[in-house]
């Protein structure tokens, strides 16, 4: 068995975008569907701009994969680019004006050029079609443990949805969200992002905004308290920030406790004994502003992640910038985009969560096959059960001797 890693390759105009996704346990069944309605729903969503009239992005799975069951080996996916254009230099010209916000100057300086065109075309979001290709293979997995996962919008400028998010309401709330173009399962909020977006496309401008991702079904103890690169809430935020335009993440409660006291911050545990078969063994948390990650591990409450996505950085009208050959200024160059990524942001961010909850779980119950997976699963589940039993209770007694 190894970790459960992935890497992508692939820029905004290349050929293809590339996910090999290595750790994969053999005898998982894809749902080819759900993948394509993850890619589909990346590209959609009120703002965006040309680039998704031209593509219509389904993956291809070149290795890994028999009869749409994975065979244990790398699993590799592509996504192909209809406009593919890198070599064109008619279409894909010299850029020499950095757009404020992007990666232009600070790449253009990385590697000793004055065209950015190589920095942006990696640095582009195109790259997350293989990165949600990815997620939605992880939630292939996560569903054979009734761990679901759920993204949508949450707020942009003055507009906030309340919706509660529940488990019980989780078939419902997909179909508010599907019905709605910002993803929100909100329609008034609904209405009024999008007159947002209608001005700022009038003022040539762009927008940002306010994304969440719930798991739910998580057990006990994803992710460890051991070492700092193994936090779950670490690898989390990594992943979320590593999104194109993210700039902020919170899980839970998030930036809010530095607002609280304690006493309103942390979540109270009591013990219901009706709910000792369950996921939470009976411990039973009448609030979540912990977001289901205590030190660092899930605490069998849903995982609550948002993440803020700062405006798109070309604008229509242009911002002041240099000239990178005459260090005059000039305004920066325009290429192609969308006023708002927003909606598609959220796809992105739930995706790039379920491969880190998958990975966590892969690296908790671990498994060459589903087999195996299942069957680790259900011994830890079995083991929590029977706490405290005589058997564990004595070798709690004598780790708590030995350390006397």
């Not at 990815?134 to 996962?149: S, Y």
């Not at 003055?158 to 919706?163: A, F, I, K, Q, S």
């Amino acid at each position: 068995m190894s970790p459960l890693i992935f890497r992508t390759a692939g820029e905004s105009h290349g050929p293809c975008g590339l996910a090999m996704i290595e750790g994969l346990p053999a005898g998982l069944r894809l749902d080819e569907d759900l993948i394509n309605s993850a890619l589909a729903h990346r590209q959609g969503g009120y703002g965006r701009g040309g680039r998704q009239r031209i593509e219509t992005d389904r993956a291809e799975f070149l290795t890994g994969l028999r009869n749409g069951v994975t065979m244990g080996g790398p699993l590799t996916i592509q996504v192909v680019n209809k406009d593919s254009r890198l070599d064109d230099a008619k279409r894909t010209p010299p850029v020499y004006r950095p757009r404020p916000g992007h990666a232009d100057l600070a790449g253009a300086m990385k590697w000793l050029t004055t065209d950015c065109r190589d920095t942006l075309e990696r640095a582009s979001a195109r790259e997350t079609a293989a990165r949600t290709a990815a997620g939605a293979v992880a939630r292939c997995l996560l569903r054979e443990f009734g761990i679901e996962t759920f993204g949508f919008v949450r707020g942009l400028l003055d507009v906030d949805t309340e919706v509660e998010i529940t488990h019980d309401r989780l078939n419902e709330l997909r179909s508010l969200r599907d019905a709605s173009v910002m993803y929100c399962p909100d329609e008034l909020a609904t209405e009024a992002m999008v007159g947002h977006i209608r001005q700022a496309k009038i003022d040539k401008d762009t927008l940002g905004g306010l994304c969440e991702a719930v798991v739910f079904g998580c057990p006990y103890g994803l992710g460890s308290c051991t070492q700092w690169s193994e936090k779950l809430d670490g690898r989390l935020a990594q992943a979320v920030m590593s999104i194109q335009a993210f700039k902020a993440v919170e899980i839970g409660l998030g930036a809010q406790c530095a607002r609280r006291p304690g006493s309103q911050v942390h979540d109270a545990i009591v013990y219901d004994e009706s709910a000792r078969q369950s996921p939470n063994a009976g411990f039973v948390r009448l609030r979540n502003n912990a977001g289901g990650i205590e030190g660092g591990m899930t605490n069998a409450m849903p995982v609550v992640v948002r993440g803020t996505m700062k405006p798109i950085s070309t604008l229509l009208q242009g911002m002041e910038s240099v000239n990178l050959n005459t260090k005059k200024s000039e305004r920066s160059d325009y290429e192609r985009s969308d006023v708002c990524a927003l909606s598609a942001a959220s796809v992105v961010m739930e995706h790039v969560i379920a491969f880190q909850i998958a990975a966590s779980f892969m690296d908790k119950f671990g498994g060459d096959s589903m087999l195996e997976l299942h069957a680790n699963y259900k011994a830890y589940n079995q083991l929590l059960q029977q706490l405290p039993s005589d058997k564990l209770a004595a070798g709690g007694n004598d780790a708590d001797q030995s350390e006397a």
